[in-house]
């Protein structure tokens, strides 16, 4: 019986202990000079990619794994790097920016929100999550989905991403098979890819 009731108490003391044990969060801040965030997308003819550039961002992390964040880019800084010519790439890079796609006048920034972290294990030396959240674009937030690793050191994250967005969501048509059906070799297609390769500090 006194060992019955030892094995209780010493569950009591134990349960106790995790139920009140609280973790503290730590922020992290992105480092916009070091941090980069591509694009590319591709037409019947070709394709092109560029980047923008990070305008904020942080990282929640808890026991040492992201819990959330967020990062906000800043639409008006939007490239092409592939067009060498520079009349092409003004060109190209103005009509980005214009309410064919992005508007970015009314809407010089885009925002990723996160909203829900599934850790996914360790390979190698990261750790690995997928992770859903709400990207809005033009005023426009959808969810999102996509897998992402990180390697951490005592005060600095590294985080890796790709993921590919339908531009029709965020009511981004111009020349989209799906709208305009005869087009032909002009339709530019609606999936873009997004790559993240971003850098966050205490």
């Known amino acids: 019986m006194k060992k019955f009731f030892a094995s209780i108490i010493g569950f009591v003391v134990i349960f106790s202990v995790v139920a009140f044990t609280t973790f503290k969060t730590e922020t992290y801040k992105a480092s916009v000079q070091e941090s980069k965030i ?7 003819t070709g394709q092109h990619n560029g980047y923008v550039t990070l305008k904020e961002g942080a990282l929640k992390v808890e026991n040492g794994k992201i819990v959330g964040g967020e990062f906000t880019m800043d639409m008006t800084s939007i490239s092409c790097e592939d067009l060498k010519d520079e009349g092409m790439n ?3 890079v103005n009509h980005l920016k214009s309410d064919d796609f992005f508007s970015v006048e009314k809407n010089p920034t885009s925002k990723f929100v ?3 972290v599934k850790y996914t294990g360790k390979k190698g030396n990261d750790d690995t999550y997928n992770l859903t959240g709400d990207l809005t674009i033009k005023g426009i937030t959808n969810s999102i989905t996509f897998d992402a690793k990180t390697t951490s050191s005592e005060n600095k994250i590294t985080a890796a991403a790709k993921f590919t967005f339908d531009r029709l969501l965020w009511k981004i048509e111009y020349r989209s098979g799906k709208i305009f059906e005869s087009i032909g070799d002009k339709m530019i297609y609606d999936d873009v890819e997004m790559t993240l390769n971003m850098v966050f500090t205490k």
């Open 114 to 116: 996160i909203k829900k």
């Open 38 to 44: 591509g694009w590319f997308a591709k037409k019947v």
């Open 90 to 92: 003004t060109k190209l």
